[in-house]
Every structure is written in structure tokens, then in C-alpha cells.
Nanobody, 126 residues
């Protein structure tokens, strides 16, 4: 599976961005999806995750109420809507996919994922 993120950029604090992650390859299989981010000098951290069907999702406490994850399986795409952005949201954002058999699970650990995109830079200016 190949993952390609898009939608990053430079935005002022309080602004919004929508990241997209398009999957290609073995898209006939079921994949739970996640978003992670990594700021300079910091560890990669969990942002949001969603089950294959999209019925269940989770976001990190630091972005709760501001970020929303969603997916469109017909388009093989997962989205991260980011509102009320803050300078501390500045990071490279990565999407990840994990092959699943059970639809009801999502995953918050980076080591649980099988495939990763190259990342897209998000910079929030103050």
C-alpha cells in the first residue's frame, strides 16, 4: 500500500487546514488508518485514528475539539480536518495504515502500523 499525504502548508494561528491521505495498491484489503505528527527534536506522536468502516475514531487530548478524522473508502482517502490551529501544532504530519481483520478497532501506537506516507509539513504562525 502506498500512502500520499497532501494539504499541508503555512497558516496563521486560528486558521484551518484539511489534510488528505490517498491510498493506492492493495486497497481491496481492510485498513485502519491513523495520523501522527513529529515536530523538530520531538518524538512522533499520535494525533487521530479511525476504524476501517469509519464508525469509530479517536483523537489525542491535545487536539480534541479542534481536529476531526474521517475517511471515504470509495476514494481510498482519509482526511484530517484541523481547525483553530495553534503554533504548537507545527509538525510534519504522517498518515499510516494497518491491515485489519476486525473492523471495530483503531490503533494509537505508531509501532502498530504497517505502512506510512512521506509526510506533509504543517506550519502555524503566531
Amino acid at each position: 500500500v502506498q500512502l500520499v499525504e497532501s494539504g499541508g502548508g503555512l497558516v496563521q494561528a486560528g486558521g484551518s487546514l484539511r489534510l488528505s491521505c490517498a491510498a493506492s495498491g492493495r486497497t481491496g484489503s481492510r485498513y485502519a488508518m491513523g495520523w501522527f505528527r513529529q515536530a523538530p527534536g520531538k518524538e512522533r506522536e499520535f494525533v487521530a485514528a479511525i476504524t476501517w468502516s469509519g464508525r469509530s475514531a479517536s483523537v489525542a487530548e491535545s487536539v480534541k475539539g479542534r481536529f476531526t478524522i474521517s475517511r471515504d473508502n470509495a476514494k481510498n482517502t482519509v482526511y484530517l480536518q484541523m481547525n483553530s490551529l495553534k503554533p504548537e501544532d507545527t509538525a510534519v504530519y504522517y498518515c499510516a495504515a494497518k491491515f485489519v481483520v476486525i473492523d471495530s478497532l483503531y490503533y494509537t501506537g505508531a509501532s502498530q502500523y504497517d505502512y506510512w506516507g512521506q509526510g506533509t509539513q504543517v506550519t502555524v504562525s503566531s
